[in-house]
């Protein structure tokens, strides 16, 4: 063996180890001259930045009942509103957010499904409240007061523009989707919430 081959081996180990630290460099260099960029993970619905928090009081059971934040911490919850009777259309919607807790497999215990009226008085004048109640016995069924904290309320959760809204286990409203949202992509953000809280 001649004295030029271990010089040799030893300049392609040096060239070699220059070639790996050079690397990520290049391939840095290669995705940023070429616009690559990472898919974003994507909501389906609408973020609510910085989330509202529900007003201490506000709500009422439909049998009249003060129904307290406090009552609706520790779990999730999705609150469908509901302008005028509870009709075809809307009891398809229950089934529908029905199906979409039930999706959720071992985890839908941890997610509390709410119909949220627009006044006591509407609601309790509706002829399909008692076919809901009946169809649906661990739903909770609510309304606005009709002192300020309901007006607050109601402002809060308007049921015109966004008609489901997602409120977390500190009673805070943080995701809204409009009338007729897609379903699926309801069911993908709630199994991305459940999977990364430490609360609820």
């Known amino acids: ?87 075809t259309a809307c009891q398809r919607d229950l089934q529908q957010i029905r199906q979409v807790q039930v999706a959720l497999n071992k985890e839908m215990v941890r997610l509390r499904r709410v119909l949220l009226g627009h006044s006591l008085t509407e609601l309790r004048a509706d002829p399909g409240l008692s076919t809901v109640q009946a169809a649906y016995p661990d739903l909770l069924v609510a309304a606005p007061s009709d002192d300020e904290a309901g007006a607050a309320a109601r402002i809060l959760l308007d049921g015109r523009q966004h008609r489901y809204y997602v409120v977390d286990p500190l009673g805070n409203v943080m995701m809204r989707y409009p009338a007729q949202p897609d379903m699926a992509g309801m069911l993908k953000d709630l199994e991305r919430l459940l999977k990364y809280s430490w609360v609820g």
Request: aromatic letters at 8%; a positive charge.
């Open 1 to 87: 063996m001649t004295a030029a081959a271990p010089l040799a081996r030893g300049r392609r180990t040096l060239l070699l180890v220059a070639a790996l630290l050079a690397l990520p460099f290049v391939v840095a260099f290669a995705l940023y001259w070429f616009e690559w960029r990472p898919a974003k993970l994507a909501n389906h619905g609408e973020l609510i930045t910085p989330p509202r928090p529900l007003p201490e009081s506000g709500l009422t059971h439909v049998d009249g009942r003060p129904l307290n934040t406090e009552e609706l911490k520790r779990k999730w919850s999705l609150i469908m509103v509901n302008v005028g009777d509870c009709a």
